[in-house]
Antibody
């Protein structure tokens, strides 16, 4: 069964960093990019960035530039998201998701969407 | 950046109802529109991509329509399992990928 399994909950002090892992299983890890999405309590979904698992290319949300690092360890089929200089605004559930670019649409073109999600990692930032 | 809006922000419905949720993009995204369902405490689930193509395993009571800037998710015959929050997402222009603010479907 295709899965993404994330690391456990974290409680962090303001100004520190957090690193969340996301391990893929039962699929070829390098065929699909990994996106990161977060959700603050009671709020909607915020895209954070994505990383190519084949060549390491990455893109980030403008609002997180300079604070976020995305990495991959292909030998372990694992992606990592590190967020630095945490504040209370970073309190959220963090999700990784597989970006599937092989979804065939009605016009025989291929589309992409986030088709497999991790279970989410709760990060609480509090003094 | 492409902005996504949804309406209504929430709605109340009963089992068996036909429900429609609107999603609008700030500029044309052709049919690069995805719908997700999210239940409390759970990760989102992919329902529809390419505006109208049902993801494998998603019940046929869900349908999507639209192109350009206006899109609709319809649930025909609401079931108890469908009470959730629904998000649209544009995948035409990235980065950034942008989500709508969500529509909560309540009993």
């Amino acid at each position: 069964q295709v899965r993404l399994v994330q690391s456990g909950p974290e409680v962090k002090k303001p100004g520190t960093s957090v690193k969340v892992s996301c391990k893929g299983s039962d699929y070829t890890f390098t065929r699909y990019d990994i996106s990161w999405v977060r959700q603050a309590p009671g709020q909607g979904l915020e895209w954070m960035g994505w990383i190519s698992t084949s060549n390491g290319d990455r893109n980030f949300a403008q609002s997180l530039q300079g604070r976020i690092t995305l990495t991959i360890d292909t030998s372990a089929s694992t992606a990592y998201m590190e967020l630095r200089s945490l504040s209370s605004d970073d309190t959220a559930v963090y999700f990784c998701a597989r970006r599937n670019p092989h979804l065939e649409g009605p016009d025989n073109y291929f589309y992409h969407a986030l088709d497999v999600w991790g279970q989410g990692t709760t990060v609480i930032v509090s003094s | 950046d492409i902005q996504m809006t949804q309406s209504p922000s929430s709605l109340s419905a009963s089992v068996g109802d036909r429900v429609s949720i609107a999603c609008r993009a700030s500029q044309t995204i052709h049919n690069y529109l995805v719908w997700y369902q999210q239940k409390p405490g759970k990760a989102p689930k992919l329902l529809i991509y390419a505006a109208s193509t049902l993801q494998s395993g998603v019940p046929s009571r869900f349908s999507g329509s639209g192109s350009g800037t206006h899109f609709t998710l319809t649930i025909d015959g609401l079931q108890p399992d469908d009470f959730a929050t629904y998000y649209c997402q544009q995948t035409y222009s990235s980065p950034p990928v942008t989500f709508g603010p969500g529509t909560k479907v309540e009993i």
